[in-house]
């Protein structure tokens, strides 16, 4: 049987693989490897895992069922799928500085659920920022099933600086005395002061929960404060920033949650784990301890503000004035467009980003006011802050042009001589 190499640390993992392929699937995994490999992602929630963590994604431990958790499986045949769990869980605490965590969620919008349905009970309430000020629609969007069970209020960003006014969240927080306070969202372009939404916490008797799916890596990495010791539960994805397996969600808490915690996943929602996912996910951990990882956090923050300068040199408006994280939003109302405009001009640049809503946006989801970027996929990739400010510039004068095709062109000719040849995963991060 044939051989297939993965170069991983300068050593080859070698692997047998079967000769019979299907032949329609096949064509579709090399044309989306070649649509990546072609195309530049500044989709803030997207990410390239290691070849390490790819390596461990659909390996023999897909085949278990290990349903329940170390030394209390459902099923025999566990002992190994137990030592496994346990370096994933030891990795995760290590990782964080938290003092237990759950690594079977599937997804974080899964273990935000599972956490919802066993730890409150309608009509309990919860606080959570409003979806179109960076919020998420796990935190209690109307159409989603987070909203439909209990009592929410929801805070958001000041019109003045498009910024959270910690004052205005304390009010809201004693007029409704919410049972859980959650902080973090998937646009909120600025950091957020944990010590002082724990102070607000505990003014009203609740428990502070951080959502950290955005900047899990950056905190992993020592770029940005930790949301410990001041929350008590810490949900996060595994990809994003954190550059591990797309599929999988950590759930971060104190001792004394933990059993709730552990019971919310299963059997509270979730049947077996992936324990192939899991073995990737151990990886990672090990990986995000690394001095190389940290240096790439780093970078993601230092290629964000590029794009930062880029952008504001051409004269767009950038939610909140810039950022302070990987993520960035632009208000392209102010440019007399939308953001699905703006996102098909991009694609047709072969840059791949998205319309997104912004604060006290008046255009639909569907159109929305704004557009929503990362820097965490092309740090990745390698590229440093003089592309990254060359590549903010020709975006914004495509955002304050869209119709112009010289733009669109000169930002594809961009795209084109920064991509060639370069891998998604750069071996420079390789620890």
Known sequence: MPLFIVNYKEEAIVGTVTTSLDIEVD???RLEEHRQLSQISLVASENYSSPAVRFFEGSIFADKNAEGYPGKR??????YADQLENLAIERAKSAFGCEHANVQAMSATIANFAIMNELFQPPDGLMAM?????????HGAPFHASGQNFRWCFYGVSETDEQLDY??????ALENRPAAIICGGSSYPRLIDYEKMHQIALEVDALLWVDLAHTAGLVAGRAIPSPFPHADIVTTSTHKTLRGPRGGGLILCKNSLAKQIDRAIFPGLQGAPKMDMIAARAVLLAEVQTDRFREYARDVL????????????TGVTLISGGTSSHLLLLNVLRCGTTGSEIE??????QVVA????????????SKAGGLRIGSAALTTRGLDEVQCFELGGKIGKVVMSASNPHRVAD?????RQNTQGLPLFNRKWVA
Do not use: M, Q, W, Y
């Not at 459902?74 to 002992?79: D, H, I, N, R, S």
């Not at 409003?130 to 796990?138: A, E, F, I, N």
């Not at 998205?354 to 989801?365: H, V």
């Open 27 to 29: 064509n579709l995994v």
């Open 74 to 79: 459902c099923v025999a045949g566990c002992e």
């Open 130 to 138: 409003r979806l179109r000020d960076g919020g998420h629609l796990s």
């Open 167 to 172: 004052d205005e969240v304390r009010s809201i």
């Open 302 to 313: 230092r290629n964000a503000k590029a794009l930062e300068r880029g952008l504001v040199h």
């Open 344 to 349: 098909s001009s991009l694609l047709e640049a």
């Open 354 to 365: 998205n319309k997104n809503p912004i604060p006290f946006d008046t255009l639909s989801p």
């Open 411 to 415: 930002l594809r000719s961009f795209v």
